[in-house]
Structure formats: structure tokens, C-alpha cells
């Protein structure tokens, strides 16, 4: 059950980044697992709930983009098909992987206050009205 | 929020990031990868269910490995020391990780292994927790993975836990004296990791009956080389220190 140890990588670096741009809160984190990722997104999202528990990621969807596990023969580029031997049987040479084992945090959504430097903060005075 | 002008209002931001989730254990295992790169060392991350017969092929490997080798180990469980002590009881000097409830060794364990290891050594075995599904995506700075499996288990397990056959650079068939009482099917079990594996490098050994370890010492004897620089062990390189890119705890 390493999806824990997973989850809480993920909600330190999410923090970080929250805090480092001032956020109030985490609404999106998409992540991009492949189906050879070693990562059951159901466990991880079990997992997620209770580590984001009391943060300022307890709001935040987890948006889960699912890759397809591909392998390709290097020299003729044919794919095996899924649950065959991972040898091209043309070339005879072993199939390389092309994709599906990321397990990367793809980008993130929060909410960050507009800082008060930017649209400074003072009331509209009305030179015409006497104090 | 500013009632007057919302000033401090929310904004969404969007952030690209991009990173592994696994970043910071990465960047660990490359700290790793550079202590035991100075020292030469080749560094093998074992792995395998419980029960296979890692701690075995390590003590078998001690009584038959060469006397220039300079043999470490560190030893993955969840709740004791047994499997260290009984390689220091083989005579490899040998330190346990205790993971608690942890069901895979990562990055930072091992490098407090590396600095628990005081006896200079060349080629380190780290025997990952027992345990086919966990270890297979943490890097731990290893030069090369290898995967038991036990007759005993199945023809079909290459099948059931793909992921870390596919990372393993071999496999270990272990108990192969057992085959005649199991009637395993040989065959069927190397075309079930020709399904999950490109390239499956395959050494059958038995640690009771000592089948098969010549086999195993030459693969060491090969990885040595590629990892010290020379073809065969060379007495005359001098011995260098223990890893110690910097104290204990930093």
C-alpha cells in the first residue's frame, strides 16, 4: 500500500507550492498516472482524502488522467498487441516502452488572493464632496 | 475581501507542473547513486515475495563469492532485524532497515544504511522488503535490480505482478531443485516474463543444492567489472573509504 507514502508526496509538494504563491485554497490537482504507474487510483484516492485531511487541499478535485500502457519495437515501430511477448516478431529485437508509466503531478488550480500591491485598496474621494 | 473596490479577491490560478510524484525520493537515489558511484560500489536491489529465498542466496553468495570481494548488505523488514544477523552470522557485514509499517525500502532508508555500513565495502546488497508489488517504483540508487522468484510460487506470477519484472535487469529463479517434486512448468513460467519483460535475463539457482551459482557469481563478477572499470576484480585498486559524502544526518 504504497499509495500513502504517494499521497503524501504529493499533498507536501502541493502545500509548497500553495504557499510559496500565497494560495487560500487548492481546487484542482491533475495528475497523469499510467496504467503501468505501480499506482491503483482508487487506493490512492482513499489515501489522498485522509493525508489532505484539515489542509488547504481538502476541497480539491483530483482530476486523474489514465495513460495506456504502449510498447514499440524500436526498429519497425509495430506495436505488440496487449498480453503478447514484448519481442518484435518481425525484427526479433525487445519492445521498448513509449508510454504509460508516469506518475506525475501535471498541474494544479488554487485560489490566490489578487495582491493588494497591484489594485491598490482606497476609497473613491469625491473632491467635491466637503469633508 | 475588500468590500470597496475586491481588492484580495480570489483569483484561479492556474500552475504547470510537471514533476514526478516520486521527485524527492529520486533526488535521494541520486544522492545515493553519487556516494556509492565514488566508491565504486555495485549496488543491487533485491526484491521478491516473502519467503523466496533472498536471505538465502545472500549467505550462499558469501560462502562462494571471491575473498578480494568486499560484501555489505542492508536488509529491508517491517518489524525485526533476523534477516541482518543472519548474513552477519554468513560473515557480510550487514545493517537492518526496520520500516514499520512500510511496505517498500526508499531513497532515504537506504542512504541511513550507507551511513550505518562503517566497514569499507564494493559491492552492496539491499534486500528490499518481501514483497512483489510495492518496491518496484521506488529508486533507492541501486546500479541494477534484480527480482527473485521462487518455483514455489506459481508459473503465473511474472503475469500477476508485471511491473516489477518489467523493472527488474534479472531474474532469479530460486529453489530450482525443487522443480522435480512441483512439476513446475519451466517453459511456461520464462514465456510468461517473455510477456511482461523485453529482454529476461534468467539465472536458475538453487542455494541449498548450490545449483546454478556459478552462474549467479558470473553475473556479479560481470556487474563488477562495469561498475569498477576493469573486466575482473583487481586486488591491486586501492581500497577506498566507506561512503561518507558527508556526516551522518545531513
Known amino acids: 500500500m504504497h499509495e500513502f507514502s504517494v499521497a503524501q508526496s504529493l499533498l507536501d509538494r502541493v502545500e509548497r507550492e500553495a504557499q510559496a504563491r500565497g494560495a487560500t485554497a487548492v481546487l484542482r490537482i491533475e495528475l497523469r498516472l499510467g496504467a503501468a504507474s505501480g499506482i491503483e487510483v482508487d487506493l490512492l484516492r482513499s489515501a489522498w482524502e485522509l493525508v489532505s485531511a484539515g489542509s488547504c487541499c481538502r476541497h480539491a478535485n483530483l482530476d486523474v488522467i489514465t495513460v495506456p500502457v504502449r510498447w514499440r519495437c524500436p526498429r519497425c515501430a509495430c506495436e505488440p498487441a496487449s498480453g503478447a511477448v514484448l519481442r518484435c516478431p518481425e525484427c526479433g529485437v525487445p519492445a521498448r516502452l513509449v508510454e504509460g508509466d508516469e506518475l506525475v503531478l501535471q498541474r494544479l488550480e488554487m485560489d490566490v488572493p489578487t495582491p493588494r500591491e497591484v489594485i491598490p485598496c482606497v476609497k473613491p474621494v469625491d473632491a467635491a464632496t466637503p469633508r | 475581501m475588500c468590500e470597496t473596490c475586491g481588492c484580495g479577491d480570489p483569483e484561479v490560478v492556474p500552475i504547470e507542473i510537471g514533476e514526478s510524484l516520486l521527485l524527492e525520493n529520486n533526488r535521494r537515489a541520486e544522492h545515493n547513486r553519487q556516494h556509492l558511484a565514488e566508491d565504486r560500489v555495485l549496488a543491487l536491489n533485491l526484491m521478491g515475495s516473502p519467503g523466496c ?32 544477523e543472519r548474513l552477519r552470522r554468513a560473515g557480510i557485514p550487514a545493517v537492518g532497515l526496520t520500516t514499520g509499517s512500510a511496505c517498500h525500502l526508499d531513497a532515504r532508508l537506504v542512504h541511513r544504511g550507507l551511513h550505518e555500513l562503517e566497514a569499507p565495502f564494493d559491492l552492496l546488497f539491499i534486500e528490499n522488503v518481501g514483497n512483489l508489488v510495492c518496491p518496484a517504483i521506488y529508486d533507492l540508487g541501486q546500479n541494477a535490480n534484480v527480482v527473485m522468484l521462487s518455483v514455489t510460487e506459481g508459473e503465473d506470477k511474472p503475469l500477476k505482478y508485471p511491473l516489477i519484472f518489467q523493472h527488474a535487469d534479472l531474474v532469479v529463479l530460486s529453489k530450482i531443485d525443487l522443480v522435480p517434486h512441483l512439476g513446475t512448468d519451466l517453459e511456461f513460467l520464462l514465456g510468461n516474463l517473455e510477456r511482461v519483460m523485453p529482454d529476461p535475463k534468467v539465472i536458475e539457482v538453487s542455494a541449498r543444492t548450490g545449483a546454478g551459482m556459478d552462474d549467479w557469481i558470473d553475473w556479479l563478477e560481470e556487474r563488477r567489472g562495469a561498475v569498477s572499470g576493469v573486466a575482473t576484480a583487481d586486488p591491486q585498486r586501492a581500497p577506498s573509504e566507506s561512503p561518507r559524502l558527508h556526516p551522518p544526518g545531513s
Open chain 2, 53 to 84: 529465498g533472498k536471505t538465502a542466496l545472500l549467505e550462499a553468495t558469501a560462502a562462494m563469492a571471491p575473498a578480494s570481494w568486499r560484501l555489505a548488505a542492508m536488509s529491508g523488514d517491517l518489524a525485526t532485524d533476523r534477516d541482518a
